[in-house]
Structures are given as C-alpha cells and as structure tokens.
C-alpha cells in the first residue's frame, strides 16, 4: 500500500488553538474571563429573521444553490442601497454563500486558480486568505495592498512577485486592523487589477460599522468601478450587522460571469445554503432598524473599552471601523497576551494576521456590556 500526504498535514495550525494556556491563566481571574479574541456575536439574532425562520420551518424539498428570487432580489436592492452598487447589478450577479468564510477559502479553486499561479492579499489578514491559496495549489503573495494603491508596484519591495497573480483579495474595513480603503485606492486597485486581468474580490462584512469615516466604499460602487463590474467580486456577511452567524448567511455579488462560474461549480458541489435560512435572510436584509441599533451598540462598547486600553498603556491604530481595537503596547504580541491574561482579558495576537502584526493585539467588542465594563474595570485598575 503506497503511503499518501494527508491534506491536515499540509495546513497551517488553527491559530486560535494556540490560545490555550493564555485562556487558562485568564478563567483563573476571580471576576472570570473576558474573552475579547473572537468576533463572535452575542447580542441577539432580531426578531423578524427569527420568525421568518420558524415560518419556514417546514423545509421538506431541496433548496436551490442560486436561492429564491426572492433573496436575489433582496440581496442586489441591499446592494444598490448600501452598496452603492449600479443598475447593473441584477439577479444574476449574486449569489447566497454558506457563510463567507467558506466562500474567501474556496474561491480560488472554484475559479479554477491553481497550480503555478497566485493569489494576492493584504500582509495584515485573516488567515483564510492564505489558505484559500493553499487549497487550491496555488502561490500565496501578502502585500501592502495601501502601498498598491497609492505607490504602484515599486512600493512592494523586491520580495513581492506578482507574477502569475490571477486573484487579488481586499478586505475593507479590514480584520483586525479595521483600516478602510478610500474610494480612490479601491479605484486605483481596480484599474490596476484590470489592466492585469486579475478577478479583485473584496470582503467587507464590517461595511456597517464605521466610527472615524465616514464610509467604508465598497468594490461595487460606481465611483469605484465606473459602473463596470467587470472582474470584481464583493463578499458580504450578515454575520456582524445583524447577528446571523449562527445561520451562515452571506452572499457574493458582482461580475455575472464569475457568478456564473462559481454557480456552476457550486451546483456540482451541493453548496446549498438552507432553505429556512433563506427565509431569515431576505428578511435581516430588509431590516435597517436592527442594524443600526447593533451598530450603535458596537460604537458604546467601544467608547467604553478605547479609553480603558490607552489608560493601560495601548496606543489603538487604525481601527476606524469594525469589530476590532487593532492596540500595541511596544512589545511583542505574545507578552501582550500575557499581560492581558494577568488581568482575565484574552485577546488574539497580532502575529496571527502576519509578521507585520507581531506587536499589535486584536482585542474584540464582541463581549457583552457587562463583560466590556468589567475589562474596562481591570485595565484601569492596573494601569
């Protein structure tokens, strides 16, 4: 029997498994642990999509992998309204992804970039980038996508090869940094990218949530694209703005043909996202109110804990939008971690996101008021 290199073995570890001795030092505090690592919500799910999911509880056939036209139609007027998107943008230019997740991990391969190619991405990122390039063969290249954009090629340095790059991936506003991407640097990426023939997918599940800007433009916008969606891509999550991650709901919009292609391969796949929360989805997507009143949450939570982490010694850059306070405390991320363990407050370590994030922690307002309180508490304390 010849022997065979399991997949596993070829992946990184999971990063967040490597919090296991900080977590334990931290549930250690007499006040109990205030789990800042993960941007997971805990406020709760808004009625309506609640009760649209229980009214369609009776889900007995197969779902379709392109969902309802009632949730296409949903999805391109949430586009156009939140989006900026054109008039363009039709039925047949989105489509509902279990999540987003699991669309940033396999785009590559379900667009077919594989072996002897690349995908490019920001240097400071989630981890899934770089292993959507791995699953599918193909070449990993971090870079300073800010640099791209205002500098062109020659701001990169001498160790980034763009050769073969056939997808570059954005992320605005950005996890963990929470650095958003202006109308002009989004168009320059653009038309650097399609001078190139290079597919630009933006993600940008944070899009609601902006405290220093503005805006957080997006990869549809016309002022972005010039009403061309040629060759771009934008991945969107209900994960944040309305507390849906439990229910994987998300979607990607864009050029119809690269919709079409990845409807393809997803039909082979089975890629169906539930037909109840199909139902819950068209209608979180309708529902402003709570989003803007989670929003509003995020931004008390935030006034609260980004004073707490200066008054401990943090300087907090970037993070004009998002779910994140991106903080340094001139050390390295890991001694960070343990200082802030000392205090019952687990964060994630910059270096999770790349080498450049090595002295920075990515430090969550996904914690309830009451636990954000009580790590404000402790870091003014200790200061």
Request: hydrophobic share 40%; aromatic share 6%.
């Amino acid at each position: 029997m010849t022997s065979r290199t399991s997949l596993v073995s070829t992946l990184p570890s999971f990063p967040w498994d490597s919090l296991a001795s900080a977590r334990a030092k931290a549930e250690q505090h007499p006040d109990g642990i205030v789990d800042l690592s993960v941007g997971t919500p805990v406020d709760e799910t808004p009625r309506v999509a609640q009760e649209a999911l229980a009214a369609a509880s009776d889900a007995h056939g197969y779902p379709t992998v392109a969902g309802t036209g009632e949730l296409r139609e949903a999805i391109v007027d949430f586009c156009r309204a939140h989006r900026g998107a054109p008039r363009a943008l039709e039925a047949n230019g989105v489509l509902p992804t279990i999540g987003s997740k699991e669309l940033v991990a396999h785009l590559p391969f379900q667009l077919g970039i594989g072996a002897g190619e690349a995908v490019a991405f920001p240097h400071i990122a989630y981890p899934t980038y770089d292993l959507g390039a791995r699953l599918a063969g193909s070449r990993p290249v971090p870079l300073d996508v800010r640099a791209l954009a205002r500098e062109g090629e020659g701001a990169l340095g001498p160790d980034v090869c763009l050769d073969s790059v056939r997808l570059l991936w954005l992320n605005t506003p950005s996890n963990p940094t929470g650095a958003v991407l202006s109308v002009e640097e989004m168009r320059a990426l653009v038309a650097w990218a399609r001078e190139r023939d290079i597919i630009v997918a933006s993600d940008e599940c944070y899009a609601p949530l902006t405290w220093d800007v503005e805006e957080a433009p997006s990869i549809l916008d016309e002022r972005v694209n010039d009403g061309d969606l040629t060759g771009v891509l934008c991945a969107y999550s209900l994960s944040k703005q309305s507390n849906l991650a439990g229910y994987r709901a998300a979607f990607v919009a864009g050029d119809p043909a690269l919709v079409g292609e990845l409807l393809a391969v997803r039909k082979h796949s089975g890629l169906m996202m539930p037909g109840p929360i199909q139902k819950a989805m068209t209608s979180a997507l309708g529902d402003e109110a709570s989003a803007s009143h989670q929003r509003e949450t995020y931004r008390a939570r935030r006034e609260i804990l980004a004073p707490a982490l200066e008054a401990f010694g943090g300087r907090i850059e970037h993070s004009e939008a998002g779910l994140y306070l991106w903080t340094t405390f001139g050390e390295s991320s890991n001694a960070s971690i343990e200082r802030l363990a000392e205090l019952g407050i687990l964060a994630a370590p910059g270096n999770f996101y790349g080498e450049a994030g090595a002295r920075h922690v990515r430090i969550s307002l996904t914690a309830t008021d009451e636990r954000i309180a009580s790590a404000a508490e402790r870091l003014r304390a200790a200061r």
